[in-house]
């Protein structure tokens, strides 16, 4: 479909608008003092960490320590025992939550569920044997199935622990990790140094909550009867009502507002809808709603699903598939991720290189694919929407791949209830918080409950896995890993490995494979950070150096600089499929790289170091395919092992 110019024209003054200096939007992370109040962890409970052993204390030594206990740690986690040659009682997850789950430990909000469909999305469901309740379940069945990996994998899990520093140790060959152990409010927390042979970390794609940055959040919960509530800690005594049973009847007689209109608001607005006395819903941006298609999951139906072996691993690579527009390639999902149109520019596709000069063409291509599901989303809004000025103000007006695509079947329809007001602000956003509410389009908005549906930070913005984990990570000469990739030699080896930095692995976006549905990208990286391991070990048993006994515990293992700054150079090759990110509305996903790439095409500057920290190019199939021949080697070209 060729797209009229009107249309361009269209998205090109929403993305101005939301660029204009003073409709940029800051945020400030939960992990700043001024909210540390807002991270506490409400669902935890000392009182059982207390009286169960705990896997770790000051002075233990472990072979392997993964930092961070989500879908990727538990993940990570099961590869290293099934594959990798670690026994279950040599290696320990560390979090600071309460238990495992990752996102899905902290977000229990009013109807949590996943949105990409669970078969595909719930980690290890053929290994364990588990069958899900829903083909998109929700947010505590998807945190019992990290539950249930740690049991089947006999894991051992630190809860109520953060680390603090780690530094690796050239004379040991070890990683000393320093880390707080939570005892319970107002007390001080126990410091433990422990060491390890293999630090993983796995602080996820999204480490913290984040809100606007805004004048006045103070002064409005300084008032007396005033609340505040996050979706990312959600305070079920404050609404009432619980995770499974969300009937917040706190809410009856107030009036609420909830900012954002991302994935999290879509599911949060139809139940507040069902409670609150008036609901306001502050739009910067209006996302793109698909149809939710949910289902029990039939003993006839999960036949269709997971009929032969090896079913979960062939249907996310269908997904991944679909969702790239693989050609020739059956839709075994047929869910709202497999139907878009052109979310490839977002993840990725093998096939041309899009080369410098060719950004703009790639780039019409891609919202030329895009045209007829955006209309075909934009006219959703029209038939579930009465008021037609309330369904205009409702209509994206972007590519659909500029902002996450949102799935569910009553969000819409709620603004037809007579106490859901939609207040778009046109991509200026709310303005302030006051004693009474939030300031928005120029009038005050009175709130006795304010909902931050806001997001969190995000490694797309920052690769450095340093940051996910929120404490300093320092290599051979004490180097920081921030410093190592916000420098000119940075690189890395499939996302994974980086020089300078032995014996530690991690999952970036720097270099890695991203799909729709992260899991398999999370599961790709513990296989090849397993085959790595088991190959060290192995090789370490074997040594035949005459004056050291064999010993896999001596073991260390690196990518050597040049391995990592070919593969990087590919990377970069391969950056430019993701141009067409870069003249998209804003989003808190991308607006800080939308704004710089709008100032290097003002000076025709390209930046090679940028690209090189871009994800695969080629998209998760063609990643997951240069992992599997580069494993199947067996040569581990690049890496290096010590012994």
């Not at 005892?183 to 140094?193: A, D, F, M, R, V």
């Not at 959040?217 to 619980?242: C, M, Y």
């Not at 502050?282 to 997971?306: C, K, L, M, N």
């Not at 955006?374 to 959703?380: G, I």
Request: with cysteine; glycine share 8%.
């Amino acid at each position: 479909m060729t797209v009229p110019e009107t249309l361009r024209e269209k998205y090109a003054a929403e993305r101005d608008t939301r660029l204009r200096p003073e409709n940029l939007q800051k945020w400030v992370s939960f992990r700043e003092p001024e909210l540390a109040d807002m991270d506490r962890d409400l669902n935890i409970d000392y009182e059982a960490l207390r009286s169960r052993d705990q896997p770790l204390e000051n002075g233990s030594e472990v072979q392997v320590l993964i930092v961070g206990a989500g879908i990727h740690g538990v993940v990570m986690a099961h590869r290293l025992v099934t594959e990798g040659g670690v026994k279950s009682e040599d290696l320990v997850l560390v979090d600071r939550a309460g238990g495992y789950g990752g996102t899905w430990y902290w977000n229990r909000y009013p109807g949590v569920m996943c949105d990409v469909e669970g078969y595909c999305y719930l980690p290890l469901l053929e290994e364990t044997g588990y069958v899900p309740s829903k083909r998109y379940p929700t947010g505590d069945e998807i945190r019992e199935q990290c539950e249930r990996v740690a049991r089947h994998s006999n894991l051992r899990g630190q809860f109520g622990t953060t680390t603090t520093h780690h530094q690796w140790d050239e004379a040991s060959r070890r990683w000393v990790v320093e880390m707080e152990r939570g005892t319970g409010p107002g007390q001080t927390p126990e410091c433990l140094t422990v060491k390890c042979q293999f630090l993983i970390t796995a602080g996820g794609v999204h480490p913290s909550p984040q809100i606007p940055r805004l004048n006045g959040l103070n002064v409005f919960r300084s008032v007396p009867g005033k609340q505040v509530i996050h979706t990312a800690r959600w305070d079920w005594e404050l609404s009432g009502g619980s995770q499974a049973e969300p009937d917040m009847v706190h809410f009856k007689d107030k009036t609420v507002g909830i900012i954002g209109t991302g994935a999290t608001a879509v599911q949060v607005v139809p139940h507040m809808a069902k409670w609150a006395k008036q609901v306001y819903v502050f739009q910067r941006t209006p996302a793109y709603v698909g149809e939710h298609s949910q289902r029990e999951t039939t003993e006839e139906y999960w036949q269709t699903v997971a009929g032969k072996p090896g079913w979960q691993r062939e249907r996310q690579a269908n997904l991944d598939a679909a969702v790239m527009k693989v050609a020739d390639t059956p839709d075994l999902v047929q869910d709202g991720w497999s139907q878009t149109a052109a979310l490839a520019a977002f993840v990725g596709r093998e096939g041309k290189i899009i080369q410098a000069g060719e950004e703009e063409a790639h780039e019409r291509a891609l919202v030329d694919l895009d045209t007829p599901w955006a209309e075909k989303m934009r006219r959703r809004i029209d038939e579930q929407v009465k008021d037609p000025a309330v369904a205009a103000r409702l209509k994206p007006w972007y590519p659909g791949f500029c902002k996450r695509p949102t799935f569910h079947n009553s969000y819409l329809s709620a603004f037809n209830e007579p106490h859901v007001t939609l207040v778009d602000t046109q991509g200026a956003g709310v303005r302030s918080y006051t004693a009474n509410g939030v300031m928005a389009n120029g009038r005050e908005y009175e709130l006795d409950v304010l909902v931050l549906a806001t997001g969190y930070t995000n490694s797309v913005v920052d690769p450095s896995p340093e940051l996910a984990v929120n404490a300093p990570i320092l290599g051979r000469g004490r180097r920081t890993l921030q410093d190592k990739f916000g420098g000119k030699d940075f690189g890395t080896l499939f996302g994974a490995l980086t020089h300078g930095f032995p014996n530690l692995f991690f999952c970036t976006v720097a270099g890695t494979g991203l799909s729709a549905n992260l899991t398999p990208a999370l599961d790709t990286n513990a296989w090849l950070v397993a085959h790595v391991v088991s190959q060290a070990l192995r090789q370490a048993s074997s040594s035949s150096s005459p004056s050291l006994s064999p010993s896999p515990r001596r073991a260390v293992v690196e990518v050597s600089k040049q391995a990592e700054d070919g593969y990087s150079r590919k990377v970069a090759e391969r950056a430019r499929w993701f141009s067409a990110l870069y003249r998209c509305t804003p989003n808190s996903f991308l607006e800080d790289k939308i704004v710089k790439a709008k100032e290097k095409a003002k000076r025709d500057d390209d930046d090679e170091l940028e690209r090189r920290k871009a994800c695969w190019g080629g998209g998760i199939l063609d990643f997951q395919s240069m992992v599997d021949e580069w494993t199947k080697k067996g040569d581990m070209e690049g890496v290096v092992v010590q012994c």
